[in-house]
T-cell receptor, first 113, second 113 residues
């Protein structure tokens, strides 16, 4: 079985500053993927970034980067230069060839002007 | 390239009724997954379809059933609706099974009275 833990129910960040959203995971699968999604109040889940378990380098996509520490089983999302439009729920998820996607409980990010 | 679409966007049913939700996968994707997201929670995996066959199921009772068609679109059917079935139902498609990135539709909001 797989498990995702997001320990920050809510976070505040000042506009233009960086913020880190925490995610830890547990899996027995040798190969897996870690994903971050953004969910605005409209409800749609928007894919942000992917990290494969065998990737040597941390993934980056524009202002998003994933701080992957395999030994610690953590996959934190870093958002640089926060914008007001970044205010949303953020979900971490894990998927593998042997198990389906499991999502964490989410972190609500509020960006303050 | 057309993204994942879902219909209807909103639905109100009464307890005991049956409902069918529909999802069109993204072009080139052969895998569709369905999720239930209760208010304030992360999405919960219902089941996945790969090339018209069920490819895994979460902890949902048999009254949740599905289909995938030759064009890889999919339906989620829920019989004998209960009040706790009120949720946002999300459909996601991916290029393959396993740890491929899943792309989500806008969801269907179901309210059971």
């Amino acid at each position: 079985a797989q498990k995702i833990t997001q320990t920050q129910p809510g976070m505040f960040v000042q506009e233009k500053e960086a913020v880190t959203l925490d995610c830890t995971y547990d899996t027995s699968d040798p190969s897996y993927g870690l994903f971050w999604y953004k969910q605005p109040s409209s409800g749609e889940m928007i894919f942000l970034i992917y990290q494969g378990s065998y990737d040597q380098q941390n993934a980056t996509e524009g202002r998003y980067s994933l701080n992957f520490q395999k030994a610690r089983k953590s996959a934190n999302l870093v958002i640089s230069a926060s914008q007001l439009g970044d205010s949303a729920m953020y979900f971490c998820a894990i998927g593998s060839n042997f198990n389906k996607f499991y999502f964490g409980s989410g972190t609500k990010l509020n960006v303050k002007p | 390239e057309t993204g994942v679409t879902q219909s209807p966007t909103h639905l109100i049913k009464t307890r005991g009724q049956q409902v069918t939700l529909r999802c069109s996968s993204q072009s080139g994707h052969n895998t569709v997954s369905w999720y239930q997201q209760a208010l304030g929670q992360g999405p919960q995996f219902i089941f996945q379809y790969y090339r018209e066959e069920e490819n895994g199921r979460g902890n949902f009772p048999p009254r949740f059933s599905g289909l995938q068609f030759p064009n890889y679109s999919s339906e989620l059917n829920v019989n004998a609706l209960e009040l706790d079935d009120s949720a946002l139902y999300l459909c996601a498609s991916s290029i393959d099974r396993g740890q491929e990135t899943q792309y989500f539709g806008p969801g269907t909001r179901l309210l059971v009275l």
